[in-house]
């Protein structure tokens, strides 16, 4: 009896040194992951201190990067629409993503689209300072005026050339698609860049118009994908 009493004993004593064990490695476990989110934090914190300083030092190369990256999004959220949701509605088979169009959006946005902006907000803001009611409207006037136009046949004009269209369906799509977008430009950007000059400071500008691409751009994807015809007909 005695020897099985020792037993029992022996047997509880080691359960205690594993659950002792166990919970000195719990312990550890909680400490590692208290320096990991530390260490996370911290990563996080220099990271947008990195990010920051590079949009002081370099708000082209930042917004370019940035403005470019987000109409490549816009086209891809298009696609996703297009290739996967609508057709699982409808019960149709779903269709691979078209990442080289995606790739000439990005390369379109970043390499030729955010340099414009940038350098035209520029001019902008050095030819026209302040915030006042009479500024806002010359700068709003100016966009719709001005640079809209260019702008918006850079988009038509360079997405073809990157697709390899040809020059006389170019300018067909051009002279059928601007009218319509230039519409769609007023009804949007209007609101959009009396905030953005009213009230963003100048080092913001070209990413704060890359957010509002992001919405304007699924609209011109639509756009383009429709057919030159189909808005001559109608």
């Not at 708000?59 to 470019?68: E, F, K």
């Not at 987000?70 to 699982?88: N, S, T």
């Not at 993503?97 to 390499?111: E, I, N, S």
Request: charged share 20%.
């Amino acid at each position: 009896t005695k020897l099985i009493l020792l037993d029992s004993l022996l047997q509880e004593m080691n359960m205690l040194s594993r659950i002792k064990l166990v919970l000195g490695e719990i312990k550890s476990s909680r400490s590692l992951i208290r320096i990991s989110v530390r260490e996370i934090n911290r990563t996080r914190s220099r990271a947008k201190l990195t990010l920051a300083e590079c949009n002081q030092k370099q708000p082209l190369l930042v917004g370019s990067l940035t403005y470019g990256s987000i109409v490549g999004l816009a086209e891809f959220a298009q696609q996703a629409l297009q290739f996967k949701i609508f057709p699982a509605v409808r019960n149709q088979q779903a269709e691979d993503f078209d990442f080289p169009a995606v790739g000439r959006y990005v390369l379109m946005g970043g390499a030729a689209l955010a340099p414009l902006l940038y350098y035209w907000y520029k001019w902008l803001d050095e030819t026209f300072p302040g915030k006042s009611g009479g500024t806002v409207f010359k700068k709003v006037f100016l966009d719709m005026t001005v640079l809209a136009v260019p702008l918006y046949t850079m988009f038509y004009a360079i997405l073809n050339l990157l697709e390899g269209s040809t020059v006389e369906y170019t300018l067909q799509e051009i002279r059928a698609k601007l009218l319509p977008t230039l519409i769609i430009s007023m009804i949007f950007w209007i609101p959009a860049q009396i905030i953005n000059f009213r009230f963003l400071p100048p080092q913001t500008r070209v990413l704060y118009i890359a957010v509002c691409t992001f919405i304007e751009v699924n609209i011109l994807c639509v756009l383009k994908k429709l057919d030159v015809n189909y808005l001559k007909i109608n």
